[in-house]
């Protein structure tokens, strides 16, 4: 239970840092999630999971969330814009 809420919370401090990786400061407030909520909602089509573990990380783990994409976060310039700004987007990187 540790461990999930530590994913949650990392993943909460990345999409916060990202959304402020812009030229100019936004005015945006990010909700939180459960672990509850995250788990009721893996698997449906408004909810997308990226995990921005670094390469190495990421291919020498054997835990990983179940339909989450692989997105590199020294790149984030490059595929921030592929997803709906419509969606939640859950970024984990522990």
């Keep these: ?3 999930v809420w530590l994913v ?3 993943a909460l401090v990345t999409a ?3 959304a402020g990786m812009g ?3 936004a005015a945006m407030e990010v909700s939180r999630m459960s672990k509850e909520e995250l788990k009721a ?8 999971v990226i995990d921005v573990r670094a390469a190495g990380d990421w291919d020498g783990s054997d835990r990983k969330i179940a339909g989450a994409v692989r ?4 790149a984030a310039g490059k595929w ?6 419509g969606k ?6 522990a």
Excluded: I
């Excluded at 997105?71 to 020294?74: M, S, T, Y």
């Excluded at 939640?88 to 990187?93: E, P």
């Design 23 to 25: 030229s100019k400061p």
């Design 41 to 48: 909602g893996l698997g449906s089509s408004g909810l997308t």
């Design 71 to 74: 997105e590199d976060p020294a």
């Design 8 to 10: 949650f919370m990392m």
């Design 1 to 3: 239970m540790r461990r």
């Design 80 to 85: 921030e814009g592929k997803y709906p700004k």
């Design 88 to 93: 939640t987007l859950v970024l984990y990187c």
């Design 16 to 18: 916060v840092f990202l």
